[in-house]
């Protein structure tokens, strides 16, 4: 099959970038997405020309760092995918294009469609973890947790941080991904110890990267690859305002 | 140098504890005096950055991911074993013992293998309390299911991604440690080599993969997580940017690197499919707890699978394989894979793969309980393949997956270079000939948590007087120019030859020769193409761009001009060992029944190879004692 590409080319963060056409033929359906991205980068590089950078390491949906914006959409048509599982059969012969990189202001431009998302790592050094150190934890079976709810807590825990709800979302909040966090941990008996704190921290962190505040739209669940629910965001509101009450002062 | 495993004295079950009883530890005052580097942040070097810095030293985690969640631990699927016997099923730790080094096929050492059972049920209870959410029964208690080449369910799990979680919990360690100041992240970051001043390892050379600067950091013990080298194979379960190059730079610095061609292949991967395809996605080995795997009796059959009554089915690891059937270990599986489909009864368009089917299991137990043990693998094997695995079965095929090979290290986890330290897969230590389903996330995890803080600080406690180790002297000069030519060099060539294009037919050689069964003519062979292909690498490499700024094209070339080296090692280990034993099948040392046949008294040793100048390797051997097991052939039947 064939495919025209337009494809956003950026020498910096400061620099300004712009879109740059790629005609591409005797593509095959079953090539992934990134692959039909290597053969590109293939030739340029025979030609000496200089080759677009992308993120992406594990290839199969689970690592997170693959990320670009497929004809307006987070991680590309398909709902709930990664940009790395996405394959060529999700678009038409003959079809162009357009790809981008993850855009919001927290996520600076690195270089062509790679982007720093070290904001993301920021918020969770905040207080997204249990301060239990090596060594000093129970007896594993000492705390039964009930099925329902290590079902549940693995559904929040299932975010695998890549920051398509960032990109997607009109504001660029990251409340699914904060709030993925802060329900993963507070629906565990582990995790209800420090809860207060955590929300508190994280969500003030949030802010403080520069990421918008939520308006409840909800198209961040909609691309969200491990399907991250959006009653987690309310989880977060809840555990917020309950740390507030709560609160010692 | 001779090898010195330094074992501890006394019988197996209290080595362990004899050697915390009489090592020396640093005074926690002076901790924070001492400077540590972690290579890898995964869970045998993120936790070992995190337990290092909660210990209060100062700490320095590199790693090439733009965020430590994403080291491919992050990848692992299937589980974690313990020996927690919360089954009552006889298991204990000796048994976990026993089972790991049968299933290593006698080919590791017993005090190491008896250490990381001892210490696997601590990490249960670490992992639960830094709020891994493994699966639970109704009745609030653990959950456990069992991996191939075992008869106890000792396997953990949080649904098909275990790895990720543990790798979560070890990921948000090391963040609060980042909170505290204790632990630095250097992210995008290549390690391409390691610094020696007076005999002992005392920092690293590393490029910042978004400005193109080479750094020198400096710090009394360097430790390297840097998983595995599968990619060498280019197609396999590893992520694309893995690669072996940190220990290739040390091994060329004095490292001595055991039982290199080592590798499993892993019999549940997805069947390539394309001229263009880049990666093997792993299905979890646990689907072999319900799944059954087949081919058609019928050579070239033609019928859809649906279609095939099961008279015309042979469940060949069923008949084979009696006792374990479909859990036979990995390499087993493999094998009888590999044999299947050579005589012709592969299936899919490319007959490059075989059925595993859960029709039988889909019947019995209901589809809504296989969707919850496996739920998110027959999503992920949609996405990729657009088939509906509920409804006919998976294609499977075999792929290259774990370097059981790798750093050599003693009962310390320290390098033949004093002051380094190899952690997880990338030492070589736990797996003999093959690693056992769900050993490794555990070997990778106790490692970095539990064994290394304790046995660093041995080495440490002679460093407190040393002071801060300073990144201008001779040794970091000479180590940052020989990176920097390198670099340049890559860049003058400005040849026709893509990159991943050179890799893919290195992927082949060792593929085919290097890989599930090997023969003196073909690792011969090998040797001769691997050259050529060096050869036609350091001439033609096309690499565009330049090196002052990101170059993921450089990071390739320069990841494949340390695999085209380790290629040859493989084979020349491979060569050396003239018997069949665990994932190294030779065909010239087989059984009537096409089993393995090892060769104990030839061969009861590790290879642990020097670096001689490139000019050849020199063989050093480590015998193996076994004085708790007797080496028995190791039979599934
Ligand atoms: C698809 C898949 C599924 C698996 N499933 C299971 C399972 O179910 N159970 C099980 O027990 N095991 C499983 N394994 C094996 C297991 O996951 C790995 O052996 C283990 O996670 C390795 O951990 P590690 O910390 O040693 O390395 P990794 O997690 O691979 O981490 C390597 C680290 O080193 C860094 N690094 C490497 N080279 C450099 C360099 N030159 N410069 C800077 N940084 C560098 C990387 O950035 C990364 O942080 C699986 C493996 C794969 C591939
Ligand atoms: S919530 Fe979903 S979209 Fe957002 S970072 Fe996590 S996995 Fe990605
Ligand atoms: S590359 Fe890992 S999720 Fe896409």
Redesign the pocket.
Known sequence: MKLTLKIWRQENAKSKGKMVTYKMSDLSEDMSFLEMLDVLNQSLAIKGERVIEFDHDCREGICGQCSLVINGQAHGPESHYTTCQTHLRSFKDGDTLFVEPFRANSFPVIRDLKVDRSSMDKIIQAGGYISSFTGMAPEANAIPIHHDIAESAFDSAACIGCGACVATCKNSSAALFVSAKISHLAKLPQGKVEREERVQWMVNAHDNEGFGSCSNTGACAMVCPQEVQLIDITRMNYEYNRAVCHSKE | MALNAKIPVGPLKDKWQNYLAKTHIVNPANRKKLDIIV????????GAAASLAELGYNVKV????DS?RR???V??????NAAKNYKNDGDNVYRMFYDTIKGGDFRSREANVYRMAEVSVDLIDHMVAQGVPFAREYSGYLSNRSFGGVLVSRTFYARGQ??QQLLMATYQAMMKQVKAETLKQYKR???LDIVIVDGKARGIIARDLDTGKIERHAAHAVVF????FGKIFYLS??AMN??G??NWRAHKKGAYFANPSWTQIHPTALPQAGEHQSKLT?M?ESLRNDGRIWVPKKKDETRAPGDIPEEDRDYYLERRYPAFGNLVPRDVASRAAKERMDAGHGVGSLKNAVYLDFKTAIEKLGVDTIKERYGNLFTMYEKITAINAYKEPMKISPAA??SMGGLWVDYELQTTIPGLFA????NFADHGANRL??????Q?SVDGNFILPNTISNYLSNEIRTGKISTDTPEFEEAEKSVKEQVEKLLAIKGTMPVDKIHRRLGKIMFKEVAMSRNEKGLKWAIEEIRKLRTEFWENIAVSGDQNGPNSELEKAGRLADYLEIAELMAVDALNRRESCGAHFREDFQTEDGEAKRDDKNFMYSSAWEWDNGENWKLHKEPLEFTEVKPTVRSYK
């Open positions: 290579v890898g942040a995964g869970l045998s070097g993120g590199f790693f090439f991911q430590a080291s491919h631990s990848a692992a699927q299937g589980g974690v275990t790895g970051h290549e390690i997580g840097t998983g595995g379960t590893l893995s690669n190059s940190a792993l979890s997956h774990f952690v997880g897969e990338a389903g769900a050993n490794s996330l555990l990778a």
